[in-house]
């Protein structure tokens, strides 16, 4: 069955940086588009950035562009979210998603909290 685990979040000092990262297994992961989401307490979720089966095209929101990277390792079976320059109000749970058929799967997310 499909399954995404999210890891690498943290406590983190503003401007500082972390890679999260979504290994993914139960299905064929270089044919499908992977993307990061967000949930901050009392918010809804939010998409982060996006990125293609073959990792040619991304896309990131307004908040986060310039600061934050997506990128994929097929042979690995994992999809990174590289975070710079983090901010108080990047403080969230992330979350990778994988859409596949029509069904949406999300992993169990990984707590990234900015603070000095």
């Known amino acids: 069955q499909v399954q995404l685990v999210e890891s690498g979040g943290g406590l983190v000092q503003p401007g500082g940086s972390l890679r999260l990262s979504c290994a993914a297994s139960?299905?064929?992961?270089?044919?499908?588009?992977m993307s990061w989401y967000r949930q901050a307490p009392g918010k809804e979720r939010e998409l982060v950035a996006a990125?293609?089966?073959?990792?040619?095209?991304?896309n990131y929101a307004d908040s986060v562009k310039g600061r934050f990277t997506i990128s994929r390792d097929n042979a690995k079976n994992t999809v990174y979210l590289q975070m710079n320059n983090l901010k108080p109000e990047d403080t969230a749970i992330y979350y990778c998603?994988?859409?596949?058929?029509?069904?949406?799967?999300w992993g169990q997310g990984t707590q990234v909290t900015v603070s000095s």
């Open positions: 998603k994988l859409m596949k058929i029509g069904l949406t799967y």
């Open positions: 139960g299905f064929t992961f270089p044919n499908y588009p």
């Open positions: 990125i293609t089966s073959a990792g040619g095209i991304t």
